[in-house]
């Protein structure tokens, strides 16, 4: 059974940092690329990032690049979400979520598992 | 970006009659390879988002028959044919054709009359 499990979320200030992270279990975690995705309170769904099987490439929302960074340690099954220079509107429910080939550019282009979400508030 | 815009934003069904929503692209979602990157998520409050659809039409694993994805180019649509209890929450459409970044539909919430 594949679960996806976050964990690190908790009260920030704006402007710090915090790190997410995601431990999977039940499939090959190596070989399929990974995302986050988040949700601001009330509201619906925004993608972060991707991150691909081997961790070398990965891609950001333009309203978090330069400032998430995504990574993952294969040999731990974990995957990663650094966080830093933190606003308000970063405030919402980070989940991560599977996809089910190693990397962007495949026939395979959607989220097959999610895991249970991990809430980030930002304020001061 | 692509935009997708769903319609309704609300549906109040009755329980055995089927609903169906809308989810409108900003520009056509069928990629140079031929495939189209069309997915549908089903989120019941407080749960994360899961699966339903995928490529339009695919039903993932376990997801029960009643439930049907259609469309092409730059619309598309889900179907449940007879609406149960289990099935409220927010349905969400999201493309995968010309990416990055992934984008979803806004949600479109079902509840029952």
């Known amino acids: 059974e594949v679960q996806l499990v976050e964990s690190g979320g908790g009260l920030v200030q704006p402007g710090g940092s915090l790190r997410l992270s995601c431990a999977a279990s039940?499939?090959?975690?190596?070989?399929?690329?990974m995302s986050w995705v988040r949700q601001a309170p009330g509201k619906g769904l925004e993608w972060v990032s991707v991150?691909?099987?081997?961790?070398?490439?990965?891609y950001y929302a333009d309203s978090v690049q330069g400032r998430f960074t995504t990574s993952r340690d294969n040999s731990k099954n974990t995957l990663y979400l650094q966080m830093s220079f933190l606003r308000v509107d970063d405030t919402a429910v980070y989940y991560c979520?599977?996809?089910?080939?190693?990397?962007?550019?495949?026939?395979?282009?959607?989220?097959?598992?999610w895991g249970q979400g991990s809430l980030v508030t930002v304020s001061s | 970006d692509i935009m997708l815009t769903q319609t309704p934003l609300s549906s109040p069904v009755t329980l055995g009659q089927p609903a169906s929503i809308s989810c409108r692209s900003s520009?056509?979602?069928?990629?140079?390879?031929?495939?189209?990157?069309l997915s549908w998520l089903h989120q019941r409050p407080g749960q994360p988002p899961r699966l339903l659809i995928y490529?339009?039409?695919k039903r993932f694993s376990g997801v029960p028959d009643r439930f049907s994805g259609s469309g092409a180019g730059t619309d598309f649509t889900l179907k449940i044919s007879r609406v149960e209890a289990e099935d409220v929450g927010v349905y969400y459409c999201m493309q995968a054709t010309q990416f990055p970044p992934y984008t979803f539909g806004q949600g479109t919430k079902l509840e029952i009359k």
């Open positions: 979520a599977k996809v089910p080939a190693f990397g962007f550019w495949t026939t395979d282009r959607f989220f097959d598992y």
């Open positions: 490529d339009v039409s």
């Open positions: 039940g499939f090959a975690f190596r070989s399929y690329a």
């Open positions: 520009q056509s979602l069928v990629h140079s390879d031929g495939n189209t990157y």
């Open positions: 991150i691909s099987g081997g961790g070398d490439s990965a």
